[in-house]
């Protein structure tokens, strides 16, 4: 959007938040976010003077292009809302008047009823004609201000600022956690602390460029933090400002030591802005100027013979990137006691540390908001289904889009509040790119794999309030991971760790890890969580446990165990109970013929018949075996 748009844009609010009519109408239809920001507006708007409706203009400006960049929805709305606006009769004459104002170059505007003179000397500047313009002739004298900033003695100390107000990116924060985790040390702190010294002393202008997220901020903060004293007055203005008064303002500091903050330089450059005239005159009263500017933004004003330009041409930069070097991850590695640093060191990808901590609070906020129905439901599904991939101990290792899609049917709830959105669209939006960064799914290794980004993950496991993973999904963990044995012993040490203070009295708990150490080949220990998990109740630990039971000859044991099972429905039991009970009848009948029961032999043979084709060879071979060696010694006294 252009600037003269963002103007007009500004214009037509002013006017409308005075307007009654179209307030009435208007404001009941706004969302929440968008009409408290309007009803502020309007208050403060009739708490202006005509003097200071100038002042109003561009502080409204301001604020709207900073809702442009940081909120891009609620500016659309805005603009929405605005496009139909008709201002009523007398709105649009103290509109033109305005557009006449600003058009004309001069001191002053003349408006003449019927030609084009000025009495009494000659107007160096533009005369507006009409044919007939009512009310007389109206004459307006008087440059106007070109500020109305606010005296030093009101700027904020800098040991007082609130970093994160002034542009500093937030991180995440749980808890009683400080509001900004501890600085760590760039290699380039040495340069800049040298030149912020320079510029306190002489004035100048202090400029730290680099990649989006590269920590240009919080680099350009620190080391005006750390070389200038607590009691220096601050000055910060909003996108927008118009600088041209800030020399007169300063003059009349007194002894007050001052720095002008400028973050994101692009948006004060131009002729109100920083010129070369006002940064020429801010040298001259000794006032450093510390400023942050994109590597893009950079390249786009510094180059070429405009006034831009020529402000940025006598100010070298101090350059970041967003890989840190081997000795910031080291010192990134020594600073002990706070888990945001901690998480960065173990997790950020490719050394990137500053984007990994300026994310991690923008994508945890966005997919969490995306959990309403008129957002984004089965994406955020889908990525909190990946969280808990990453919680089972899998990490970065990337999980078939197969298993992360059979893991949102656990989620019973959620996948019935997401069942509005395709699966198709919410991988769309779970995979797409934020900040230029990186997305909230990022591509495996291998096609049609993906893993969470390593910020939710951590964030996940910090908050107290995270649900527990669902027990399907360590067990779907497990199975992901059977290619992969170290990640698979992974799984199953961070399930003991989560699970096993929940197993007794909890038959489901004790089933999972059950599964778990007989895919690991535990299987003594595997044994021992369903027996567990059957004694507790668990109906499938029972068909299991009576099977391994009746493997090792245990058959009266076995039998409790398998009616369980098999009386719940398994009917893998019950071909095992029939297994079993045929086996001890054939032992009774072996009893039963030695002592020459004729009715013995006979069920004997029609046993053997019964067994020639058992209900599954491998499961029952070897029932099958010890009952074809009992009845092969039952003699057969019956005829046929």
Known sequence: MEAA????????LMRAVRDDKWWSEEYRRLSPVLA????????????????SQRSAGRRTWATLEEMRYRHPEVFAELRRALDEYVPVEGERRDAVREVARKDSPALGVTTAQNDNTVSGGTFNGQVIQAATVNGGMHTYYGQPPHTDLAPVADWTRLDAADPIAFGVRRTRRVGAEPTMPPYIARDADSELEARVRTAAEAGGLVLVTGEPLSGKSRTAWAGMLANLPGTTRLFAPAIGTDLRGLPGVLRGRGGEQCVIWLDELDGHLGEHGLSPVVLAELVGLRVPVIATMSDEAYDAHRFGGQARARVLAGAEPVELTSDWTEPELLRLEDSYGDSRLEDASTWCEGARVTEYLAVAPELWDEWWRARRLNAHPHGHLLVRAAIDFARCGTDDMPIPLAALRR??????????????????????WATAIRHSVAGMLIPGGSPDTWRVHSSLFSEAEARPGTPPVPLGLWLLAGEAMREAPPYLGAVLATAEKALVHRADGHPEVALVLGHLHEATGQTEDAQKWYRHSADAGGVEAAGIVGRALATQGEMAEAVPY??????AGYTDARDYLVTVLVDRAVFWLDR????????????ARRLREAVSLPPDAVIVEHFRSRLQEALDAVPDTVEE
Not at 407 to 428: I, K, N, P, T, V
Not at 562 to 567: G, S
Not at 592 to 603: F, I, L, M, R, W
């Open 562 to 567: 398998l009616e369980r099972a098999a009386e």
């Open 407 to 428: 893991a949102c049917a656990l989620y019973e709830q959620e996948a019935a509040r997401a069942a509005g959105e395709s699966f198709e669209d919410a991988l769309e």
């Open 592 to 603: 039963s013929v030695e002592d020459g029961s004729p009715t013995a032999a006979d069920y």
């Open 36 to 51: 408290d920001f309007l009803r502020q507006a309007r208050e403060w708007q009739r708490r202006q003077t005509s003097v």
């Open 5 to 12: 748009e963002l103007q007009a844009l500004s214009d037509t």
